[in-house]
């Protein structure tokens, strides 16, 4: 007979542990979806199965196919964002709207990151990004109201999530924690200058590849120097970043070095991303190609680009969107050490 482990999740005494932690995931879904009822938001479900799962260079998927009744097969992937099939539905003419959606992403497996996990986004036709950093702060509140505590925690830091977050720009932080003067990278166009970040990082002791392109070094800078200070205290929201790591995000008005674009943190744990949507078609098209041509280079492989999606982006109304990990929420609310002991039934190993 196969080898069992001897304390999987399913045996009563590990389940004992974790139900607390998983109690309380119930209570704070029943009060985000009364967060969002409150809202005159509506929820809507999106299909896993995607042609494509998402164009960001460092994103990893699952791949399957779809069989039709003829026995022909075509490509298709478990998609790692919502996104997508989200942005189609302001097109087609929904205001507000959230869901809790099951997504997939490959090669990640830590404390704080699972192979499937939940992904709350939510989206607001004709409303600005700022409004969503109004909403986070409110949503954390609900949130910790729901787990009945004030205070999240996670390793040996706290939050009290009653003061407001913390607003600071991706250049601030790069002055304050690594003393990097980001923009000074950065021509009027927002078009990087990679020698330029790699000195400075090396000068800051982040130890830096010949081969590193100004992505990478970004990356090292706030990953090594910045993220785990963020969010400690209070809540932290990190906005404006480059816009060359603007993903899906407009320019900001007046400065178009920056994007709008801001992430949310929580004792050095990020949260959520959120976006002032672009619309431009054909930006979004062109800033597909590059993360693709990127990622061939990188990892060897490339995923198609949904021609749907583009066609609904040109048709879709301004808007903001922000995508939060669910599990992660659940985590620093209820105390949880890792993100398996937040999930009903975690992916086998």
């Known amino acids: 007979m196969p080898d069992i482990d001897p304390s999987p999740w399913w045996s009563p005494d590990v389940h004992a542990d974790r139900r607390p932690f998983l109690i309380g995931r119930q209570r ?55 996104e997508f099939t989200a942005k189609k539905l302001l097109a087609a003419g929904e205001e507000r709207l959230f869901t809790f959606a099951r997504v997939f992403r490959n090669g990640e497996r830590t404390a704080l990151h ?13 409303e600005s990004y700022e409004v969503l950093m109004a909403d986070c702060a409110a949503l954390l509140q609900a949130a910790a109201a729901a787990a009945g505590i004030d205070v999240f925690r996670f390793g ?11 607003r600071l720009t991706v ?3 790069f002055a304050r924690f690594a003393g990097i003067d980001l923009l000074a990278t950065l021509d009027a166009t927002g078009a990087t200058d990679r020698d330029a970040l790699w000195q400075a990082a090396r ?49 900001k008005p007046g400065d178009p070095r920056v994007a709008e674009r801001f992430e949310l943190y929580v004792c050095g744990v990020e949260l959520a991303n959120a976006f002032g949507e672009l619309t431009d078609a054909d930006e979004q098209r062109r800033r597909f190609s590059g993360w693709m041509d990127e990622k061939q280079r990188l990892y060897g492989e490339r995923y198609p680009i949904d021609e749907d999606f583009l066609a609904a982006l040109a048709r879709m109304p301004e808007a903001s969107g922000i995508a939060l990990g669910l599990d992660r929420l659940v985590l620093l609310a209820t105390g949880a050490r890792r993100i398996e002991d937040v999930l009903w039934a975690p992916v086998a190993s």
């Open 28 to 82: 704070i879904l029943a009060a985000l979806r009364d967060f969002f009822a409150a809202r005159d938001f509506v929820e809507v479900e999106t299909p896993i199965l995607q042609v494509s799962p998402g164009n960001e260079t460092h994103l990893h998927a699952f791949a399957t196919q779809l069989v039709a009744p003829d026995g022909t097969a075509s490509p298709r992937y478990l998609h790692t964002s919502p």
């Open 114 to 126: 699972h192979p499937e996990f939940t992904m709350l986004e939510w989206y607001r036709a004709r």
């Open 156 to 166: 040996p830091h706290g939050v009290d999530i009653r003061l407001a977050p913390e």
């Open 171 to 173: 250049a601030e932080a």
């Open 203 to 251: 000068q800051a002791g982040i130890r830096v590849a010949g081969d590193d392109v100004w992505a990478d070094v970004f990356t090292r800078v706030m990953v090594e120097k910045i993220e785990p200070f963020l969010g400690l205290g209070r809540p932290t929201i990190l906005c404006e970043y480059p816009i060359s790591e603007a993903a899906l995000a407009r320019p």
